[in-house]
């Protein structure tokens, strides 16, 4: 497996929120967003073994590991043998996918959150995204809209209405691209009331660019 970076933080998103979580971050990502602020896990990084990750998370004294990227599915069947250990081993474990890789080979287990960032039009990404995907989440899932525009929002909408996905729903704002004031009127004119409105905490706790926290 290709580890970028490893660090205990509370978790800024999704299910998780304020928890603190042992972030481990791969390498690789096969999409290239336009407001990616991650680009620095598309390359780089250390080979390890299961067993050296699975060290790492020992020695974090954590029970919550966020398994993050770039797009961390691209590890393939190594992921999932890790997943499989840490749920079997008694940790929560959150997985950050980004909606365009397969979920249906990840554990279905209770504490395996998956945490889907769906592409919305501004990303230029949402071409990439497989519909299949949203039939797999459940309630303990979360599906997170990150919008930077009218378009990306009315996207969200209409997915929304379509595919009635059976999880958590998120609205999140592009960091400096939309107030976030104009997502919760959005989810208030629309009558979205099963949908949440989430700031990632990290961006106002430490400065936006800030790595490894
Ligand atoms: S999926 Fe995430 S890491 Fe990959 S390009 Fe998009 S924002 Fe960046």
Same mark, same amino acid.
């Given at each position: 497996?290709?580890?970028?970076?490893? +660090?205990?933080?509370?978790?800024?998103?999704?299910?998780?929120? #304020?928890?603190?979580?042992? +972030?481990?971050?791969? *390498?690789?990502?096969?999409?290239?967003?336009?407001?990616?602020?991650?680009?620095?896990?598309?390359?780089?990084?250390?080979?390890?073994?299961?067993? $050296?990750?699975?060290?790492?998370?020992?020695? /974090?004294?954590?029970?919550?590991?966020?398994? %993050?990227?770039?797009?961390?599915?691209?590890? #393939?069947?190594?992921?999932?043998?890790?997943? %499989?250990?840490?749920?079997?081993? #008694?940790?929560?474990?959150?997985?950050?996918?980004?909606?365009?890789?397969?979920?249906?080979?990840?554990?279905?287990?209770?504490?395996?959150?998956?945490?889907?960032?769906? !592409?919305?039009? /501004?990303?230029?990404?949402?071409?990439?995204?497989?519909? /299949?995907?949203?039939?797999?989440?459940?309630? !303990?899932?979360?599906? !997170? +809209?990150?919008? #930077?525009?009218?378009?990306?929002?009315?996207?969200?909408?209409?997915?929304?209405?379509?595919?009635?996905?059976?999880?958590?729903?998120?609205? /999140?704002?592009?960091?400096?691209?939309?107030?976030?004031?104009?997502?919760?009127?959005?989810?208030?004119?629309?009558?979205?009331?099963?949908?949440?409105?989430?700031?990632?905490?990290?961006?106002?706790?430490?400065?936006?660019? $800030?790595?490894? *926290?």
């Amino acid at each position: 497996m290709k580890l970028l970076e490893h +660090f205990v933080s509370v978790n800024g998103e999704g299910r998780y929120q #304020g928890y603190p979580v042992l +972030f481990l971050r791969f *390498v690789g990502c096969n999409l290239r967003c336009s407001y990616c602020d991650t680009s620095y896990s598309y390359e780089g990084g250390k080979e390890m073994s299961i067993p $050296e990750v699975l060290d790492l998370v020992l020695a /974090s004294n954590v029970q919550r590991v966020t398994i %993050t990227g770039g797009e961390p599915l691209l590890q #393939g069947a190594d992921l999932i043998s890790l997943c %499989t250990i840490l749920l079997g081993d #008694g940790f929560e474990v959150e997985i950050e996918t980004n909606g365009s890789c397969d979920i249906s080979e990840l554990p279905n287990h209770p504490s395996l959150c998956i945490t889907m960032d769906w !592409k919305t039009p /501004s990303s230029l990404m949402s071409p990439c995204m497989q519909l /299949s995907n949203l039939d797999i989440l459940q309630s !303990k899932d979360a599906l !997170k +809209f990150v919008c #930077g525009s009218e378009l990306d929002l009315l996207d969200a909408k209409q997915l929304i209405i379509n595919c009635k996905p059976n999880c958590q729903v998120f609205f /999140s704002p592009v960091f400096g691209k939309i107030e976030p004031k104009r997502i919760v009127e959005f989810i208030l004119e629309n009558k979205l009331n099963n949908c949440r409105m989430q700031l990632q905490i990290h961006k106002f706790i430490w400065p936006p660019e $800030e790595r490894g *926290v």
